[in-house]
C-alpha cells in the first residue's frame, strides 16, 4: 500500500517509513515477476484471503523470494488483514503496536 491508504498511511506518516517506488499508484499485487524490482529494506506481508495459502506457500518457496535484500536480512512480518487493510483509530493503533513489537529488540 502507499502511503495514502490503510496501514501504508500509518507506515509512512505515523511511522516514517519510506515506500517503495513500486507502490507510488496505490497497492502492489504480488507477482514473482515484479518481485525483482521492489526496492524494501522491510516487507509487511498482508495476507488478505483473496490469494490464498497456496499462493503464500509458492511465493515463500520461490528463489525470487528467497533472494530479495529483505528476505535474506529477516526483515519480513506477516500481518493480520483485519486491521491492516482498514482505516480508522483503532486498526492505526494496532498496526504501530504490530510494527513495534516487529521491529523492538
Known amino acids: ?5 490503510f496501514s501504508g498511511y500509518v507506515l509512512a506518516h505515523d ?4 515506500q517503495s517506488s513500486l507502490v507510488s499508484g496505490g497497492a502492489l499485487d504480488v507477482s514473482l515477476e515484479i518481485l525483482p524490482e521492489l526496492d524494501a529494506d522491510y516487507i ?10 497456496q ?6 518457496e520461490s528463489n525470487v523470494w ?8 529477516g526483515n ?3 500481518t493480520e488483514s483485519d486491521y491492516w487493510l482498514s482505516g480508522g483509530l483503532i486498526a492505526q493503533g494496532n498496526v504501530i ?4 513489537r516487529f521491529l523492538a529488540p
Open 15 to 18: 511511522l516514517g517509513f519510506a
Open 76 to 78: 519480513v512480518y506477516e
Open 55 to 60: 499462493f503464500l506457500n509458492e511465493l515463500k
Open 1 to 5: 500500500m502507499n502511503g495514502n491508504y
Open 44 to 53: 509487511f506481508l498482508v495476507k488478505d484471503g483473496s490469494q490464498g495459502d
Open 66 to 73: 528467497k533472494n530479495m535484500p529483505a528476505v535474506k536480512n
Open 97 to 100: 503496536d504490530d510494527v513495534v
